[in-house]
């Protein structure tokens, strides 16, 4: 795997120690053909990264945890590069030759390195869906001045990406989201106060990270995933729609004008999507398991339960109502996460979420007429000033100054870009007027 090829994709991996870096490593492994890995990024997990630099040979690796860089340096072979702190993972892009830069990255880090590499004319293959959430006008805009891809890892989008290929934009009716509907698509809603952090962690389907898991255990992860979809496909809002599929065999589906739809099945492995990702517009044969439609169960559709997981119509309305996506800046990487005792509060996380997004709000961006406009309720108004780092950088229309608002329990946003979905309700209409 170590081996230079000259046919082979040259792949920056930020999140290479997570499940999607793993399944990464993965295709790399089984297609040495066509993939190499040449830059590793990880955010605290040393002794996992040290051991993928020594199997790739990779020259550059960063670690964003100051102590699990310092562990890092002792262990790395000579020769290797570390890059530490959230400049690393900008240093480690502008430091390797590479022609893909796959972000797997969990939340808002993998904004920046995301948009270096752009600049740099490397395309993105894109598994972490904030960098598009939060910024997406950003994002799409940077790659179409700069003729970069943005390739779809998650696997709804990939699915859809498939689906349209071939097609024109005008020809689509609907996008068709499909989500397992998570550990408690059918318990009624009168016991979803007793659910456990346990329960909500064993997702049916699919095998992810914690946090992506309980954002699936919500369906807020489905919310996030239809903004992103606005943003990949530059589809409106009212044409993306979510539908439950128990299974995760079909990924997702695309309606077109003459009624007819497309879908893209395959077991529940993110190889698939990777592997689609890095070598498109190729198909190339691989060793992941089949589908036998002759073995396979009923496929099975219903539609989502919006009441009792507000999480899809929060997202609907706050793509609709500003014209630009929110995310869960800071917020949301952290909260999401849950209590680490035994009871969830259900309230936060289930029922009450609109709730949740107006109590925990600390800051949210909008655009308006080219400038960044700055919006919060008044009863965090104090907080949000006192906490600045640098007050003259809030007036700043430059979208791209850094800032840190914090909070005992947040850092909330990084960039002026970046949305925060936790005051999606109670600020975005006043930002979008």
């Given at each position: 795997m170590s081996a230079a090829n000259s046919t082979a994709k040259r792949v920056i991996l930020l999140g290479s120690t997570g499940s999607i870096g793993t399944s990464a490593l993965k295709v790399a492994r089984d297609l040495p053909e066509r993939m190499q890995i040449v830059g590793l990024a990880a955010n605290s997990s040393a002794d996992a990264l040290v051991q993928q630099a020594i199997e790739t040979g990779v020259k550059h690796v960063a670690l964003t945890d100051a102590a699990a860089a310092a562990k890092a340096q002792a262990q790395l072979p000579d020769g290797v590069t570390l890059h530490t702190g959230t400049q690393g993972l900008i240093d480690l892009v502008n430091a390797c030759e590479a022609d893909m830069v796959l972000v797997a990255i969990v939340g808002t880090a993998g904004l920046a390195p995301a948009l270096a590499a752009i600049e740099r004319?490397?395309?993105?293959?894109?598994?972490?869906?904030?960098?598009?959430?939060?910024?997406?006008?950003?994002?799409?805009?940077?790659?179409?001045?700069?003729?970069?891809?943005?390739?779809?890892?998650?696997?709804?989008?990939?699915?859809?990406?498939?689906?349209?290929?071939?097609?024109?934009?005008?020809?689509?009716?609907?996008?068709?989201?499909?989500?397992?509907?998570?550990?408690?698509?059918?318990?009624?809603?009168?016991?979803?106060?007793?659910?456990?952090?346990?329960?909500?962690?064993?997702?049916?389907?699919?095998?992810?990270?914690?946090?992506?898991t309980i954002d699936s255990a919500t369906l807020f992860n489905k919310g996030l995933e239809m903004i992103e979809a606005k943003w990949l496909f530059d589809v409106p809002m009212d044409k993306i729609e979510v539908v439950v599929h128990p299974q995760s065999i079909v990924h997702s589906m695309v309606e077109f004008a003459d009624n007819s739809v497309i879908a893209q099945l395959s077991h529940s492995d993110m190889c698939f999507p990777i592997q689609y990702a890095v070598t498109w517009p190729d198909r190339v044969p691989n060793n992941l398991k089949p589908l036998d439609f002759a073995k396979l169960a009923a496929l099975h559709f219903e539609a989502p339960r919006v009441d009792d997981f507000p999480a899809i119509n929060l997202a609907r309305h706050a793509g609709t109502v500003t014209g630009h996506p929110v995310s869960v800046g800071g917020g949301n990487p952290h909260n999401s996460l849950l209590p680490s005792h035994k009871s969830v509060v259900y309230e936060r996380n289930l029922t009450a979420l609109t709730k949740i997004l107006e109590r925990t709000a600390y800051f949210l961006t909008a655009w308006k007429h080219g400038t960044y406009y700055r919006t919060y309720p008044e009863y965090v108004q104090d907080e949000v000033v006192r906490n600045l780092k640098n007050r003259n950088q809030f007036k700043t229309g430059n979208p791209f100054t850094p800032f840190v608002v914090e909070d005992e329990n947040l850092v909330t946003a990084r960039f002026p870009a970046i949305w925060d979905w936790s005051s999606a309700m109670t600020a975005c209409t006043a930002a979008s007027r």
């Amino acid at each position: 795997m170590s081996a230079a090829n000259s046919t082979a994709k040259r792949v920056i991996l930020l999140g290479s120690t997570g499940s999607i870096g793993t399944s990464a490593l993965k295709v790399a492994r089984d297609l040495p053909e066509r993939m190499q890995i040449v830059g590793l990024a990880a955010n605290s997990s040393a002794d996992a990264l040290v051991q993928q630099a020594i199997e790739t040979g990779v020259k550059h690796v960063a670690l964003t945890d100051a102590a699990a860089a310092a562990k890092a340096q002792a262990q790395l072979p000579d020769g290797v590069t570390l890059h530490t702190g959230t400049q690393g993972l900008i240093d480690l892009v502008n430091a390797c030759e590479a022609d893909m830069v796959l972000v797997a990255i969990v939340g808002t880090a993998g904004l920046a390195p995301a948009l270096a590499a752009i600049e740099r004319g490397m395309h993105l293959a894109v598994a972490s869906k904030e960098i598009l959430v939060m910024a997406g006008e950003a994002v799409t805009e940077a790659a179409k001045r700069k003729n970069v891809n943005l390739l779809p890892v998650d696997s709804e989008h990939n699915a859809i990406f498939q689906c349209l290929e071939g097609h024109r934009h005008s020809e689509v009716r609907r996008i068709l989201l499909t989500a397992s509907g998570g550990p408690f698509r059918q318990l009624p809603a009168d016991q979803l106060p007793a659910v456990t952090v346990a329960q909500a962690l064993k997702h049916p389907t699919w095998t992810m990270g914690r946090k992506i898991t309980i954002d699936s255990a919500t369906l807020f992860n489905k919310g996030l995933e239809m903004i992103e979809a606005k943003w990949l496909f530059d589809v409106p809002m009212d044409k993306i729609e979510v539908v439950v599929h128990p299974q995760s065999i079909v990924h997702s589906m695309v309606e077109f004008a003459d009624n007819s739809v497309i879908a893209q099945l395959s077991h529940s492995d993110m190889c698939f999507p990777i592997q689609y990702a890095v070598t498109w517009p190729d198909r190339v044969p691989n060793n992941l398991k089949p589908l036998d439609f002759a073995k396979l169960a009923a496929l099975h559709f219903e539609a989502p339960r919006v009441d009792d997981f507000p999480a899809i119509n929060l997202a609907r309305h706050a793509g609709t109502v500003t014209g630009h996506p929110v995310s869960v800046g800071g917020g949301n990487p952290h909260n999401s996460l849950l209590p680490s005792h035994k009871s969830v509060v259900y309230e936060r996380n289930l029922t009450a979420l609109t709730k949740i997004l107006e109590r925990t709000a600390y800051f949210l961006t909008a655009w308006k007429h080219g400038t960044y406009y700055r919006t919060y309720p008044e009863y965090v108004q104090d907080e949000v000033v006192r906490n600045l780092k640098n007050r003259n950088q809030f007036k700043t229309g430059n979208p791209f100054t850094p800032f840190v608002v914090e909070d005992e329990n947040l850092v909330t946003a990084r960039f002026p870009a970046i949305w925060d979905w936790s005051s999606a309700m109670t600020a975005c209409t006043a930002a979008s007027r």
